[in-house]
């Protein structure tokens, strides 16, 4: 029988562990155990004791000149199980094919993961001037279109703890006013798609519609991104309609009926 007298002791270690991995991303691929204890305010003790028991299961691998980690092959192993499990992503890539080339703009799937939204799929566009996006990005929901789109569909509490948590100001269109953001949020519901220019970053514009499943619960997000020179005050309406029409075809794919939920 495994030993649980001191569970506080044992969560910390497995939240300092969860930590530690979600520190690499495409900024900073690669780390030292100094960078790692520095940003998350750890013992280097125990960053490195962490980091060898990582390392033991290929969690991570250490470059023996650097003195660098990264993330191992464990890890894309249990990403393929993880894109397993998305296999539906298998039957969005026409829709999203048919977004991009109707908007000429890079298409996303999105979802929410605690506050945030990730885009688990994209879809580049032909433009050579392009907005920087990546499979894996976690983005602030409150500021996105994606984030809004799913947060509209989602229970209220969510809203009220990402407001607790606090709104901050990304650029000077950045919603920070928790009752704006209600509003915000209660037009997008009303209306089918949400809609962020320059909330997170300057220069950009995107637009989403909610993906429901068979039971009628929205769990993704389809959007385009692009700078806002091209992405028009005029042409929101139109991309809101391919997008709706979109994400209709995937709900619909994905098993959802929606006579059945018609009241």
């Known amino acids: ?5 001191n569970d506080s002791s044992m969560l910390s270690s497995v939240k300092n562990t969860l930590l530690i991995l979600k520190s690499f991303n495409v900024n900073n691929p690669t780390m030292r155990v100094s960078d790692l204890a520095k940003s998350l305010g750890l013992a280097k003790s125990t960053v490195s004791r962490i980091m060898k028991t990582l390392a033991s299961e290929g969690f991570v691998v250490k470059d023996p000149k650097t003195k660098e980690y990264r993330l191992g092959l464990t890890i894309l192993t249990l990403g393929g199980l993880v ?4 296999e539906f992503n298998q039957e969005t890539i026409p829709v999203l094919n048919e977004v991009v080339e109707k908007t000429k703009e890079t298409a996303h799937l999105a979802i929410l993961d ?11 566009c032909n433009h050579p001037v392009r907005i920087l996006t990546h499979i894996g990005r976690r983005n602030p929901a409150y500021c996105t279109s994606s984030g809004k789109v799913l947060l509209a569909f989602h229970n209220e509490n969510l809203v009220e703890e990402i407001i607790d948590n606090g709104l901050y100001p990304f650029t000077k269109n950045t919603i920070t006013n928790p009752d704006i953001l209600r509003s915000e949020i209660k037009k997008i519901k009303e209306q089918g798609y949400a809609v962020s220019t320059e909330e997170l970053t300057e220069g950009t514009r995107s637009v989403a519609a909610p993906i429901r499943d068979h039971t009628g619960k929205v769990i993704y997000a389809i ?10 005050d005029y ?29």
């Not at 959007?223 to 028009?232: C, E, F, K, S, T």
């Open 1 to 5: 029988m495994v030993n649980m007298g």
């Open 83 to 86: 894109s397993n499990d998305f």
């Open 114 to 124: 605690g506050l945030d939204t990730i885009y688990i799929k994209k879809k580049e």
């Open 223 to 232: 959007n385009v991104v692009g700078p806002i020179q091209r992405m028009h």
């Open 235 to 263: 042409k929101i309406p139109s991309i809101a309609r391919i997008l709706m029409q979109a994400a209709n075809e995937t709900s619909v794919r994905l098993g959802y009926n929606a006579r059945l939920f018609k009241s």
